[in-house]
């Protein structure tokens, strides 16, 4: 059974980082490309940043912020976030898709994380 379980998110001010992990189970992470979404309340879910075969796909918003990782011995993905803003608030969520991972369309994803809350704020 495939399980998805993201841990790390909390409040933190302006400027500051934290880093989110997905630790998964029961599925062979290699053969997977990997991602990050995000979703506020009343907005739809947005692609963050995906790992497509080992390469790298950031939205524009979090270039240069933020980095996606994973250690496939251990079978997790992380989500490095520097520079935190205001508006990268939300309920962050990992995913893995058996084909690709594009974050332009968040739906084609095969497994997801329940999610967990990051707040920017001062």
């Known amino acids: 059974q495939v399980h998805l379980a993201e841990s790390g998110g909390g409040l933190v001010q302006p400027g500051g980082s934290l880093r989110l992990s997905c630790q998964t189970s029961?599925?062979?992470?290699?053969?997977?490309?990997v991602g990050w979404f995000r979703q506020v309340p009343g907005k739809e879910r947005e692609g963050v940043a995906c790992?497509?075969?080992?390469?790298?796909h950031y939205a524009d918003s979090v270039k240069g912020r933020f980095t996606i990782s994973k250690d496939i011995a251990k079978n997790i993905i992380y989500l490095q976030m520097n520079s935190l803003k205001p508006e990268d608030s939300g309920v962050y969520y990992c995913?893995?898709?058996?084909?690709?991972?594009?974050?332009?369309?968040?739906?084609?994803?095969?497994?997801w994380g329940k999610g967990t809350l990051v707040t920017v704020s001062s």
């Open positions: 029961g599925v062979y992470l290699r053969i997977y490309d």
């Open positions: 790992d497509d075969d080992d390469t790298p």
């Open positions: 995913a893995i898709d058996s084909s690709r991972c594009n974050i332009n369309i968040p739906g084609a994803m095969d497994y």
